[in-house]
């Protein structure tokens, strides 16, 4: 994102545009993952639709940079990277206890 803060660059390394390819295929695995577990189970199954939900928009989101960064189109750059692009603040981790990097905090 620093990258993009004052706006499109005029040439983009390689490594950025691989960078944005890796971000968005994360962003895929991530709701590969979240899906295969059932809502039902959860602490909170509003929050964790939430979660699912802005989850899914952060694929869009990074698969419309990514693919933005390497026609190398300064318009198509500029919308791609928009602030406030999205109806989701971000996954509602925090809600659903998982906001941890250690699983010890867990109950079952």
């Known amino acids: 994102m620093a990258t993009f803060q004052d706006g499109p660059?005029?040439?983009?390394?390689?490594?950025?545009?691989?960078?944005?390819?890796?971000?968005?295929?994360?962003?895929?695995?991530?709701?590969?993952d979240l899906e295969s577990v059932d809502a039902a189970s959860a602490s909170d199954p509003g929050a964790w639709t939430a979660t699912l939900e802005a989850a899914r928009e952060r694929v869009g989101i990074s698969g419309d940079r990514a693919a933005a960064a390497e026609s190398g189109d300064q318009a198509a750059i500029a919308e791609a990277f928009e602030i406030g692009r999205g109806d989701h603040p971000g996954p509602a981790f925090a809600e659903l206890g998982l906001e941890q990097r250690s699983c010890a905090g867990l109950q079952f």
């Open 9 to 32: 660059p005029d040439d983009l390394p390689a490594e950025t545009t691989d960078a944005l390819n890796r971000l968005h295929d994360e962003w895929v695995q991530t709701v590969d």
